[in-house]
T-cell receptor, first 113, second 113 residues
Framework: DQQVKQNSPSLSVQEGRISILNCDYTNSMFDYFLWYKKYPAEGPTFLISISSIKDKNEDGRFTVFLNKSAKHLSLHIVPSQPGDSAVYFCAASDEGSQGNLIFGKGTKLSVKP | DVKVTQSSRYLVKRTGEKVFLECVQDMDHENMFWYRQDPGLGLRLIYFSYDVKMKEKGDIPEGYSVSREKKERFSLILESASTNQTSMYLC????????????FGPGTRLLVL
């Protein structure tokens, strides 16, 4: 039973437009959420995170929105660039999990020039 | 800057061989993790460790064991490699104290023939 779901395996966006990657979770105990970006043949790199006490966190072109009532978070990339093409993983954790993260299956983003 | 290194980027082994995957981190992190990544399945946790000599099973520990003799080093062992263990193996580390961002190594792509 997946606790963290990324229902879109892939997303294609034109350069300069907004990319929106979605993530849903089922465990109401999750209180910390992260997004990772992964290029082929490389390890995931941390992108941005959000605590459950916030509903938005912004870092440059990347913004994460959290809707606790809907158990939904999204990553917005504006403007999208070809170098953003990668697989994006959503991850979640709760304070009792001692640092363990539960990952979604990932969404492959393709940004076309 | 956190650095997590893995001993090999690519590895080819034969069925039945004993395989050692090494991971070293240089940030004095207590927590270390081993994942495997397969297409469509995301990142799945194999084993993790909160301290030297300590280990905990993750979601898919069967066919694997681990060793943590030193704080900076976490080894994944495939006792008798099988073809279904062909995968990308990712090591990560984090500092303790609740939820902390995990930092990943570059990954080892293992092919078992």
């Amino acid at each position: 039973d997946q606790q963290v779901k990324q229902n879109s395996p892939s997303l294609s966006v034109q350069e300069g437009r907004i990319s929106i990657l979605n993530c849903d979770y089922t465990n109401s105990m999750f209180d910390y959420f992260l997004w990772y970006k992964k290029y082929p043949a490389e390890g995931p790199t941390f992108l941005i995170s959000i605590s459950s006490i916030k509903d938005k966190n912004e870092d440059g072109r990347f913004t994460v929105f959290l809707n606790k009532s809907a158990k939904h978070l999204s990553l917005h990339i504006v403007p999208s660039q070809p170098g953003d093409s990668a697989v994006y993983f959503c991850a979640a954790s709760d304070e009792g999990s001692q640092g363990n993260l539960i990952f979604g299956k990932g969404t492959k983003l393709s940004v076309k020039p | 800057d956190v650095k997590v290194t893995q001993s090999s980027r690519y590895l080819v082994k034969r069925t039945g061989e004993k395989v050692f995957l090494e991971c070293v981190q240089d940030m004095d992190h207590e927590n270390m993790f081993w994942y495997r990544q397969d297409p469509g399945l995301g990142l799945r946790l194999i084993y993790f460790s909160y301290d030297v000599k300590m280990k905990e099973k993750g979601d898919i520990p069967e066919g694997y064991s681990v060793s943590r003799e030193k704080k900076e080093r976490f080894s994944l062992i495939l006792e008798s490699a099988s073809t279904n263990q062909t995968s990308m193996y990712l090591c990560a580390s984090s500092s303790p104290g609740g939820v902390e961002t995990q930092y990943f190594g570059p990954g080892t792509r293992l092919l078992v023939l």
